[in-house]
């Protein structure tokens, strides 16, 4: 039996009253970005115009939300071709600062740099934001955007070009309760894509507060909060959505709910809800044939770690980490747990690899938060990068920026590289400028931001910094980006699941928005492929269970699969 990876109860108290010793040296109040090629991964975000201005914990009063917050889109806000930026912002002075807290939208432009676009976008709101989702909910073609706030959520629709109305009010989503992670689903098959917010405790900045052992203040931990129910909203007819949670069994378990993904998790075709859950077992709710759901993750081996304990989930990934071609997850943790490893053995059979896989030892002592599987060199097999940040004091690491509040919070992020068996190996030295810059964490959104055909990394923060890491890795081999769409729909389909065979093997990935922790990325999926010169077919299990085929296709291009133009598969 492995060791248990989780910490024992009765040192829970030490551990949140460990005390900063290390003081950091330097005057400034913020971390200077910079455009550093040190490494694989060079940050370029100042250099291109990426930014935010606010540091969240100008006032000093340790409100939770703020060591919580750090959401963001990459997605294609205004019909151009190539991938935007949106942050997700907040500001608290003992009362929400719609000035102060907008939220961003910085557009790409032909030059490469970002332009701030927020004003006419109309996607300015200045609710204390959490999360992002996007999708195309009325079908329309072009995305649109649901904020998750600690306060009541807000949807936008797109009405092309860029430009957003607000219709929470006509949509009826405008749910209070502290959100964190959402996502669009189309849960019942009916062509609209529905919504899911995970929701996370019951908080009042005016009572519930924390101390550490030294007496000093502290952000409070979720155990003692009471946690609450997630929503699921059912579009109906594409400008309304009803409110199906307790129809549909969601409301019937309260959670701590942040990080949430959509697939199919017992392999019977339908797509189901997944749900990383704060201290407490995950939810793994499984679909009743489009109408209600059942909670079976202590069954399928998805609520607990090995050891039968609920961890601190937080981030989650997906992605087909061993190449035996079913999608594992990866749910990232508290620092004295680990990030833990479930792997799809076979079509709907999961089990905790982590020991096994090499993720233990080098994930105890980090707290993750965003997390996604990436084959940054392609040679084939998924990569697997976590951005970390403490919401627990320690002394500061080397190289931790000098804002006084935050630097006994920051950690250095993670790359771990996979040898191909599925394996894992944290990078040293060349992951540099990614790895060894110590910041607050959270968001972390993973696309091909300069259309070289690799993926680049966009990292958000507890404090509101934003950094912009693009893709230097040394290449072994070839690239294929595929985008899977319904024309019908005339949007993404979402929940397909598009495997690309080469050179004798299979890669498998998920065609989604959602992703990691807090945030919305490209549903367009991306493969290394090593040496092979040429790409058999390419196969899409589209959300209905239909099966076709595709090619065969020349490598490092982008290819549009539509369902009903391929081979079909039975």
């Known amino acids: 039996m492995s060791p248990s990876r989780s910490l024992p109860p009765f040192l829970i108290p030490v551990l949140t009253g460990i005390v900063s010793i290390a003081l950091c040296g330097c005057g400034e109040d913020t971390p200077a970005e910079s455009s550093s090629s040190a490494g694989f991964f060079r940050e370029v975000a100042a250099a291109r115009g990426l930014h935010l201005d606010v540091d969240r914990a100008d006032v000093d009063d340790f409100f939770m939300p703020e060591?919580?917050?750090?959401?963001?889109?990459?997605?294609?806000?205004?019909?151009?071709?190539?991938?935007?930026?949106?942050?997700?912002?907040?500001?608290?002075?003992?009362?929400?600062?719609?000035?102060?807290?907008?939220?961003?939208?910085?557009?790409?432009?032909?030059?490469g740099t970002y332009e701030d676009a927020t004003d006419r976008s109309g996607l300015g709101h200045g609710g204390y934001g959490m999360g992002v989702a996007i999708g195309d909910y009325d079908n329309d073609g072009d995305l649109d955007v649901f904020v998750t706030n600690y306060g009541p959520d807000v949807l936008f629709r797109?009405?092309?070009?860029?430009?957003?109305?607000?219709?929470?009010?006509?949509?009826?989503?405008?749910?209070?309760?502290?959100?964190?992670?959402?996502?669009?689903?189309?849960?019942?098959?009916?062509?609209?894509?529905?919504?899911?917010?995970?929701?996370?405790?019951?908080?009042?900045?005016?009572?519930?507060?924390?101390?550490?052992?030294?007496?000093?203040?502290?952000?409070?931990?979720?155990?003692?909060?009471?946690?609450?129910?997630?929503?699921?909203?059912?579009?109906?007819?594409?400008?309304?959505?009803?409110?199906?949670?307790?129809?549909?069994?969601?409301?019937?378990?309260?959670?701590?709910?942040?990080?949430?993904?959509?697939?199919?998790?017992?392999?019977?075709?339908?797509?189901?809800?997944?749900?990383?859950?704060?201290?407490?077992?995950?939810?793994?709710?499984?679909?009743?044939?489009?109408?209600?759901?059942?909670?079976?993750?202590?069954?399928?081996?998805?609520?607990?770690?090995?050891?039968?304990?609920?961890?601190?989930?937080?981030?989650?990934?997906?992605?087909?980490?061993?190449?035996?071609?079913?999608?594992?997850?990866?749910?990232?943790?508290?620092?004295?747990?680990t990030h833990t490893l479930y792997a799809q053995t076979s079509a709907g059979r999961w089990r905790d690899v982590t020991f096994e896989r090499g993720l233990a030892a080098p994930t105890r002592n980090d707290t993750g938060w965003g997390t996604g599987f990436a084959d940054f060199d392609h040679d084939g097999d998924e990569d697997l990068v976590v951005v970390n940040g403490r919401v627990i004091r320690a002394p500061p690491p080397a190289g931790t920026p000098c804002n006084?509040?935050?630097?006994?919070?920051?950690?250095?992020?993670?790359?771990?590289?996979?040898?191909?068996?599925?394996?894992?190996?944290?990078?040293?030295?060349?992951?540099?400028?990614?790895?060894?810059?110590?910041?607050?964490?959270?968001?972390?959104?993973?696309?091909?931001?300069?259309?070289?055909?690799?993926?680049?990394?966009?990292?958000?923060?507890?404090?509101?910094?934003?950094?912009?890491?693009?893709?230097?890795?040394?290449?072994?081999?070839?690239?294929?980006?595929?985008?899977?769409?319904d024309p019908a729909l005339k949007r993404d389909a979402l929940g397909a699941v598009v495997t690309v065979v080469a050179g004798g093997r299979s890669r498998v990935r998920l065609v989604s928005h959602t992703c990691g922790y807090l945030t919305s990325g490209d549903a367009t999926v991306h493969v290394g492929l090593g040496g092979v010169t040429r790409v058999d077919e390419i196969r899409v299990r589209w959300p209905d269970g239909r099966r076709e085929m595709f090619g065969p296709f020349d490598p490092d291009r982008r290819v549009v699969v539509q369902r009903g133009a391929g081979r079909e598969v039975r």
């Not at 608290?92 to 030059?111: H, I, S, T, Y």
């Not at 995970?198 to 502290?218: F, I, K, Q, S």
């Not at 309260?254 to 075709?269: H, P, S």
């Not at 006084?404 to 599925?422: E, L």
Request: glycine share 14%.
């Open 67 to 111: 060591s919580m917050a750090g959401g963001g889109a990459l997605f294609d806000a205004d019909g151009d071709g190539d991938l935007d930026v949106y942050l997700v912002n907040g500001w608290w002075d003992g009362e929400a600062d719609a000035e102060k807290g907008r939220n961003r939208l910085f557009l790409l432009q032909p030059d």
């Open 404 to 485: 006084p509040h935050w630097s006994a919070y920051a950690a250095g992020d993670s790359v771990f590289w996979n040898d191909g068996g599925g394996k894992f190996e944290r990078a040293g030295r060349e992951g540099a400028a990614f790895t060894s810059a110590p910041e607050v964490g959270r968001g972390l959104l993973v696309g091909d931001v300069d259309a070289d055909g690799d993926l680049d990394l966009v990292v958000t923060t507890a404090n509101g910094t934003v950094r912009l890491f693009l893709n230097d890795v040394p290449k072994h081999g070839r690239w294929m980006k595929v985008r899977a769409i």
């Open 158 to 337: 797109n009405d092309g070009e860029g430009r957003f109305t607000d219709v929470t009010d006509e949509a009826g989503v405008g749910c209070s309760a502290w959100g964190a992670s959402a996502g669009f689903v189309d849960y019942d098959g009916d062509g609209d894509l529905d919504l899911f917010v995970t929701c996370y405790v019951e908080y009042d900045p005016r009572v519930n507060r924390g101390v550490d052992l030294a007496g000093r203040p502290e952000y409070p931990g979720p155990a003692t909060l009471k946690g609450v129910t997630d929503r699921l909203y059912r579009n109906v007819g594409g400008k309304r959505f009803e409110d199906d949670s307790e129809r549909a069994g969601i409301a019937g378990k309260r959670g701590k709910g942040l990080g949430v993904v959509f697939l199919d998790l017992n392999d019977d075709g339908l797509i189901d809800i997944y749900v990383a859950n704060d201290r407490e077992a995950n939810f793994a709710w499984i679909n009743q044939a489009g109408s209600k759901f059942e909670d079976r993750a202590l069954r399928l081996g998805l609520a607990h770690n090995e050891m039968s304990q609920p961890e601190a989930s937080m981030g989650i990934a997906v992605g087909d980490a061993d190449g035996n071609g079913h999608l594992d997850l990866l749910l990232t943790h508290l620092v004295a747990e």
